[in-house]
């Protein structure tokens, strides 16, 4: 039989489809403008009545098309979240079905004057790389063009010095006009489009004043050839807009150094899988067509297209993405993989359990997303101050030219000339620039790190903390206790405990169920947070937790100063004893946090003697013991009425509270559900170290920031008197106004440099 079938065994990473749909996607490219009509194929559907839609915004160019995009959609009824990155130009929506639909917030947009696409990370790169060749076409043509009439012009102002005729002069500026004209109307589309976008749609954005400012320059050096003036200024005109698209090109390219973290995990997304089909022969099939129950063959080297379950083969697979852990994890029947992570041994087939938007890998990437467009406190006051760059600059603009018009002498000519200069040197793009590039720079430094912020807000908040209190039970220990008095249990006791602690992710649930190997769930259990499991068997009720549980003194039974649960069945009592590590550099992450001058304290609900060993252990001189997750509260609402700004670090269900609490909020990549969901950053791996990297980038980025806005607004405040006075030209003011967004770019690009902290991977 003749098909088209291949071995996984016998392939690479699947360079060559890769490239093959690059291609396609940069071919399809054009023909890709969603119609209101046809959106309703790519909307996410909700139980709930609530529906999402992901979107590239094809001519996103500044920071103002953010805010008029979240703003015009976020005052459409019914529009619970409009979010746009500007980094990825990924628009998410997301609405209440009875109250609008996905057509009608894409004709606002077609309204507003922005063009979207299906949200496809292949055709996004495709749709950048485009652009790229787009702006050096552009570049080269006005650079060509420069240094022609650079010739000219000095060719011109040598002829004036020594009595040039006017004919030959005239000539000259009409060469010049011929070089300049033709290559203004096509090196400056990039700029023109999106300025007559615009303006057409009753809206501005950065590219109206700088259009207006080469439009101006090159018309009024026309209208002077024309009348046979002296002084034309093609060649500025000419040079202005090499320069513009010079830095332009520059700022493109150090954004991407600075991209978003959340992007760069979009190219692990796969574009096709290897399906093992009925027959046992291998068929490659798009993503899309990848449903859960399939079984997916995927070889060595490749990564994992789907999540899944390893169903024949072993193998060791790299969960670096997943994990921050450098180590490959080994893999075999039943155990579980994830999109993204990479197969380094042996072929295997994979059972899908989850496809595209329901991965692991999309699910960290929406997270990350939040966090790097979150509207902290920062961002909202670039957004208010880029808000008023429109009017204030074309103002500033019309009121320097009437200025040098009507008191200071000059010709409306030379007053044009300052005017446009004026227009030029003003530019919203570094202030816009402070904020978002360093928190994609923080989140992606996080994300290597194997930590992951969730919170938009979260760096700026743990950059602010002074105390940070911790769990003790797998937060600062293993978390995986064993238990120390298996042999003096009976097994009946023992089955009926795990079947019990079956129903909770709680560590020392988890090291009963590995002490008892494989047993049956008991049937409608019931977890208290902090206390323990309960269960009816029949008549007689059943519970697992702590001695106050289930009924005993704390100075009964066997004295022991580590972990420990009791099982009660009616008067039956059992005894369940656990030795729990501490975090291998624990000590060492506790001390140099204090070393920052974090006050650190320990709040356990474990017993006193076992929370004083480890307190001890530690160096942690406050700490608190049989704290329910009402106490922990009590206590951070303590510390805050005290002023002080408290980050919580927990991982167990009872932590969960107190997560949610604190003034910030980390929790490990083991934690309960609900912790991390509760939390503002999730670390992976056994080591502390990743707390002390959150402190530190969070701290880091907050500087940067500051930096950031000082320069933005120190660049302002200088540069425009000195472009209003007439002491600049309009090509100094392009490359004045270039370099301050570069400057903003290349201080954000420092988070990248930071030095790791030790233990932890990067």
Same mark, same amino acid.
């Given at each position: 039989?003749?098909?088209?079938?291949?071995?996984?065994?016998?392939?690479?990473?699947?360079?060559?489809?890769?490239?093959?749909?690059?291609?396609?996607?940069?071919?399809?490219?054009?023909?890709?403008?969603?119609?209101?009509?046809?959106?309703?194929?790519?909307?996410?559907?909700?139980?709930?009545?609530?529906?999402?839609?992901?979107?590239?915004?094809?001519?996103?160019?500044? #920071?103002?098309?953010?805010?008029?995009?979240?703003?015009?959609?976020?005052?459409?009824?019914?529009?619970?979240?409009?979010?746009?990155?500007?980094?990825?130009?990924?628009?998410?929506?997301?609405?209440?079905?009875?109250?609008?639909?996905?057509?009608?917030?894409?004709?606002?947009?077609?309204?507003?004057?922005?063009?979207?696409?299906?949200?496809?990370?292949?055709?996004?790169?495709?749709?950048?790389?485009?652009?790229?060749?787009?702006?050096?076409?552009?570049?080269?043509?006005?650079?060509?063009?420069?240094?022609?009439?650079?010739?000219?012009?000095?060719?011109?102002?040598?002829?004036?010095?020594?009595?040039?005729?006017?004919?030959?002069?005239?000539?000259?500026?009409?060469?010049?006009?011929?070089?300049?004209?033709?290559?203004?109307?096509?090196?400056?589309?990039?700029?023109?489009?999106?300025?007559?976008?615009?303006?057409?749609?009753?809206?501005?954005?950065?590219?109206?004043?700088?259009?207006?400012?080469?439009?101006?320059?090159?018309?009024?050096?026309?209208?002077?050839?024309?009348?046979?003036?002296?002084?034309?200024?093609?060649?500025?005109?000419?040079?202005?807009?090499?320069?513009?698209?010079?830095?332009?090109?520059?700022?493109?390219?150090?954004?991407?150094?600075?991209?978003?973290?959340?992007?760069?995990?979009?190219?692990?997304?796969?574009?096709?899988?290897?399906?093992?089909?009925?027959?046992?022969?291998?068929?490659?099939?798009?993503?899309?067509?990848?449903?859960?129950?399939?079984?997916?063959?995927?070889?060595?080297?490749?990564?994992?297209?789907?999540?899944?379950?390893?169903?024949?083969?072993?193998?060791?697979?790299?969960?670096?993405?997943?994990?921050?852990?450098?180590?490959?994890?080994?893999?075999?029947?039943?155990?579980?993989?994830?999109?993204?992570?990479?197969?380094?041994?042996?072929?295997?087939?994979?059972?899908?359990?989850?496809?595209?938007?329901?991965?692991?890998?999309?699910?960290?990437?929406?997270?990350?997303?939040?966090?790097?467009?979150?509207?902290?406190?920062?961002?909202?006051?670039?957004?208010?101050?880029?808000?008023?760059?429109?009017?204030?600059?074309?103002?500033?603009?019309?009121?320097?030219?009437?200025?040098?018009?009507?008191?200071?002498?000059?010709?409306?000519?030379?007053?044009?000339?300052?005017?446009?200069?004026?227009?030029?040197?003003?530019? #919203?793009?570094?202030?816009?620039?402070?904020?978002?590039?360093?928190?994609?720079?923080?989140?992606?430094?996080?994300?290597?790190?194997?930590?992951?912020?969730?919170?938009?807000?979260?760096?700026?908040?743990?950059?602010?903390?002074?105390?940070?209190?911790?769990?003790?039970?797998?937060?600062?220990?293993?978390?995986?206790?064993?238990?120390?008095?298996?042999?003096?249990?009976?097994?009946?006791?023992?089955?009926?405990?795990?079947?019990?602690?079956?129903?909770?992710?709680?560590?020392?649930?988890?090291?009963?169920?590995?002490?008892?190997?494989?047993?049956?769930?008991?049937?409608?259990?019931?977890?208290?947070?902090?206390?323990?499991?309960?269960?009816?068997?029949?008549?007689?009720?059943?519970?697992?937790?702590?001695?106050?549980?289930?009924?005993?003194?704390?100075?009964?039974?066997?004295?022991?100063?580590?972990?420990?649960?009791?099982?009660?069945?009616?008067?039956?009592?059992?005894?369940?004893?656990?030795?729990?590590?501490?975090?291998?550099?624990?000590?060492?992450?506790?001390?140099?946090?204090?070393?920052?001058?974090?006050?650190?304290?320990?709040?356990?609900?474990?017993?006193?003697?076992?929370?004083?060993?480890?307190?001890?252990?530690?160096?942690?001189?406050?700490?608190?013991?049989?704290?329910?997750?009402?106490?922990?509260?009590?206590?951070?609402?303590?510390?805050?009425?005290?002023?002080?700004?408290?980050?919580?670090?927990?991982?167990?269900?009872?932590?969960?509270?107190?997560?949610?609490?604190?003034?910030?909020?980390?929790?490990?990549?083991?934690?309960?559900?609900?912790?991390?969901?509760?939390?503002?950053?999730?670390?992976?791996?056994?080591?502390?170290? #990743?707390?002390?990297?959150?402190?530190?980038?969070?701290?880091?980025?907050?500087?940067?920031?500051?930096?950031?806005?000082?320069?933005?607004?120190?660049?302002?405040?200088?540069?425009?008197?000195?472009?209003?006075?007439?002491?600049?030209?309009?090509?100094?003011?392009?490359?004045?106004?270039?370099?301050?967004?570069?400057?903003?770019?290349?201080?954000?690009?420092?988070?990248?440099?930071?030095?790791?902290?030790?233990?932890?991977?990067?």
């Amino acid at each position: 039989m003749n098909t088209a079938t291949d071995n996984p065994q016998d392939r690479t990473a699947g360079a060559p489809l890769a490239s093959c749909c690059e291609i396609a996607a940069a071919m399809d490219l054009a023909d890709d403008v969603i119609r209101p009509a046809d959106v309703g194929s790519y909307v996410t559907a909700g139980e709930d009545g609530i529906s999402d839609l992901h979107l590239i915004v094809r001519n996103m160019h500044c #920071p103002s098309c953010v805010r008029q995009i979240e703003g015009g959609l976020g005052a459409e009824p019914g529009v619970l979240l409009a979010r746009l990155n500007a980094t990825t130009r990924r628009l998410h929506l997301r609405w209440k079905d009875a109250e609008t639909s996905a057509s009608a917030l894409v004709e606002k947009l077609a309204d507003l004057g922005y063009e979207v696409s299906p949200y496809d990370p292949v055709k996004l790169a495709a749709s950048a790389n485009t652009d790229d060749r787009e702006l050096l076409k552009a570049m080269a043509v006005a650079g060509f063009a420069a240094a022609n009439v650079m010739l000219i012009s000095v060719a011109v102002w040598a002829g004036l010095a020594q009595d040039m005729g006017e004919a030959t002069r005239a000539l000259m500026h009409w060469v010049a006009a011929l070089i300049a004209l033709p290559t203004v109307a096509y090196a400056g589309r990039p700029f023109f489009r999106s300025a007559l976008s615009a303006v057409s749609h009753g809206r501005t954005n950065m590219d109206v004043p700088i259009s207006l400012a080469v439009l101006l320059a090159a018309g009024m050096s026309l209208f002077e050839t024309t009348r046979g003036g002296e002084h034309v200024y093609f060649d500025a005109s000419v040079s202005l807009l090499f320069f513009l698209l010079i830095g332009r090109f520059l700022d493109r390219s150090l954004r991407r150094k600075v991209e978003s973290a959340a992007q760069n995990l979009l190219a692990l997304k796969a574009v096709s899988a290897t399906v093992v089909g009925p027959d046992g022969a291998y068929v490659s099939q798009p993503i899309d067509a990848i449903r859960p129950g399939m079984k997916v063959a995927v070889a060595a080297g490749e990564r994992f297209p789907v999540d899944g379950v390893v169903t024949s083969g072993r193998t060791e697979v790299d969960t670096s993405m997943v994990t921050g852990e450098s180590v490959p994890r080994a893999a075999g029947p039943g155990e579980k993989v994830f999109a993204g992570t990479v197969n380094l041994g042996a072929a295997v087939t994979v059972t899908v359990t989850a496809t595209d938007e329901g991965t692991l890998l999309s699910e960290i990437v929406g997270l990350m997303e939040a966090a790097e467009q979150g509207r902290a406190r920062y961002v909202r006051l670039a957004d208010r101050m880029a808000r008023w760059y429109a009017p204030v600059v074309h103002a500033l603009a019309l009121a320097t030219f009437a200025g040098w018009m009507l008191f200071g002498g000059m010709s409306w000519q030379a007053a044009l000339l300052i005017s446009i200069t004026v227009l030029i040197v003003t530019c #919203p793009c570094a202030l816009g620039l402070a904020v978002p590039a360093v928190q994609a720079g923080a989140v992606g430094r996080l994300l290597k790190a194997g930590i992951l912020a969730k919170s938009g807000d979260g760096l700026e908040r743990l950059a602010a903390i002074d105390t940070v209190v911790f769990d003790k039970t797998g937060t600062l220990t293993l978390g995986r206790p064993e238990l120390l008095d298996r042999h003096d249990i009976a097994l009946a006791d023992l089955k009926r405990a795990a079947s019990l602690a079956a129903a909770s992710r709680h560590p020392l649930s988890l090291a009963i169920r590995r002490a008892a190997g494989p047993v049956g769930a008991m049937s409608g259990v019931e977890e208290i947070p902090g206390q323990g499991l309960r269960a009816v068997d029949g008549t007689t009720e059943i519970r697992l937790g702590r001695r106050e549980f289930v009924g005993i003194h704390p100075e009964d039974g066997m004295s022991h100063d580590g972990p420990e649960l009791w099982l009660a069945v009616g008067a039956h009592r059992v005894q369940f004893r656990f030795r729990d590590t501490p975090r291998a550099d624990a000590a060492a992450t506790v001390s140099a946090l204090k070393a920052l001058g974090l006050s650190v304290e320990l709040l356990s609900g474990d017993r006193p003697a076992a929370v004083a060993r480890l307190a001890e252990d530690l160096n942690i001189g406050v700490w608190r013991d049989s704290c329910s997750p009402q106490d922990k509260i009590a206590r951070l609402e303590e510390l805050a009425a005290e002023g002080r700004k408290v980050c919580m670090v927990g991982d167990g269900l009872n932590d969960a509270p107190a997560l949610a609490a604190a003034f910030a909020s980390i929790s490990p990549g083991s934690a309960a559900d609900a912790s991390q969901t509760a939390a503002d950053f999730i670390f992976q791996g056994d080591r502390l170290a #990743p707390v002390l990297e959150a402190v530190k980038t969070a701290r880091s980025a907050r500087v940067l920031v500051l930096q950031n806005f000082t320069l933005a607004l120190a660049y302002n405040l200088i540069a425009v008197p000195i472009a209003a006075a007439g002491f600049a030209t309009p090509l100094i003011a392009a490359i004045a106004m270039s370099a301050s967004s570069l400057v903003v770019t290349l201080n954000a690009l420092r988070i990248k440099l930071g030095q790791a902290t030790p233990g932890v991977e990067r």
